[in-house]
Structures are given as structure tokens and as C-alpha cells.
């Protein structure tokens, strides 16, 4: 296969994925975009079938399933091993960068065992040496995984609430209308303290420009119409929560 223009955009669907809320999204964020390569992550295949939107390639050991053989005719497989060290999401990670991706949108992902749940963040953050835009979405919020060589980083507020806000349900946006509450937003280094650190758009600064591996970083605020991450040295996970 060859590398797809840099235009294109990489959409990796989990097993924890919503169908409806899926293809609503979809519409939504990809209606002004060149292209779109939807790849099913093991049982995120399904939930693309579900959606009725087109699946590009199945990745995963698929261990739920005794044959795959003629399950989702016309989609290429790549099919993995069951017993191996990194998960389905890591592999369909390394295949998106070997494609040349720019931008990948992870979705399915959050939730389900806590262990995994941090397998995620690793696994994600990692692929963001190589790709310059990562982001998980879904019922729980939105995350930007950003290293340094892809610095800085710089996000219009309007469109960050409204990708958190794109997977909750109607009730729940009132409710938290209500209460008005701040638009929050955390931030964590990933593999070490990240280095030079100045922010835009929110509360508070990091002191010296360090961000540690600890919670310094927890429950900043939104308090500009753009926010801007940047930094020297490291990589950092930007928790807009739902």
C-alpha cells in the first residue's frame, strides 16, 4: 500500500465504541476532510459495520472469534498474533505511521480495565514522536498527545468543547450548563518531566517551566478562546474531561 496524501485522516475504532454515536461524529468532524481511513481495532470492526461506515483495513489478534475467515467480506485483515507483548492498538498505531499518518483520531479506547486504560495513554503518547496530531475521544472526554518535535501546539477553545462535548448525551450537557462549571483541562508528561513548558489560554503556568510526573498539572481552566501547549524536551497529554 502506498503512504496516503498528508491530508488524510486516520480514525482507529476500539471495541468500547459506540456505533450511534460513532457515525454522528463522523458527519460531523470529517465532513470538510480530504479523505478518511477507517481501520476496526479487533472488535472495532464491528462497531464500524454497525455505523455502516466504510472499514479500510481490520487489525487485531481477534481472539473472541474462532474463524474470521469471510466474517467481514471485501475488508483486508491484518490478522496478529494471540499471545504477543503490545496490544491490537500498538500494532494499528505502528501500521498508521508506517502510512505516513498525520493526524489520527483514537475512539473506543477509554474505559473498560484500568490496566488497559493506561496501556492506551502509553501506546498513544508513544506514537506521537512519529505523528503530529494524536487524539482520543469519547464518553469521557478529549486527549491530545503532543511531543516536543511537534511543539506547539495550538487549539481554537470553541472547537476543543465542542469535540468533548460531541459523545455525551443531550441531559448531561444541561446538567453541567447549569452548574457552570469551568472548562477544565488537565495536563501530564508521559515518560519523564517535561521541559520548558509554557502554556496559553488557561489559569495557571507551570512553575520553571517543568512539568513533573506527578499531579502539578491537574485541573487547570480554560480561560481564553484559543489554548497553546509548548515545550522544549518531553511529551505531554492534554485531559480536556467530559
Known sequence: MKKLPSD??????????????LLKWAHSEFRHSAGVLFIGV??????????????SFAIGDFDGYSS???????????????????????????????????TLYAYGFQGGRMDHEVAVHLDLSQ?????????????RGVCFYLAAKHSPLVLKRSTVLALRDSFQERSTRKKVQKKRQPDWASLFPIGGDALGVKLGGLRFQVADGRLSTSSQGLSNEI?????????????????IPA
Open 8 to 21: 488524510f485522516v486516520f480514525a482507529l475504532v476500539g471495541p468500547l465504541a459506540d456505533s450511534e454515536k
Open 42 to 55: 479487533d472488535r472495532g470492526v464491528e462497531v464500524l459495520e454497525a455505523a455502516g461506515l466504510p472499514i
Open 68 to 102: 474470521i475467515d469471510g466474517t467481514f467480506s471485501g475488508t483486508p485483515i491484518i490478522r496478529l498474533k494471540r499471545v504477543k507483548e503490545r496490544s491490537d492498538l500498538s500494532y494499528a498505531l505502528a501500521f498508521s505511521i508506517e502510512q505516513g499518518a498525520q
Open 127 to 139: 506514537a506521537s514522536l512519529k505523528i503530529p496530531r494524536v487524539v482520543s475521544v469519547g464518553e
Open 223 to 239: 480561560r481564553s478562546s484559543a489554548i497553546e501547549l509548548k515545550f522544549k524536551q518531553g511529551r505531554v497529554a492534554l485531559f
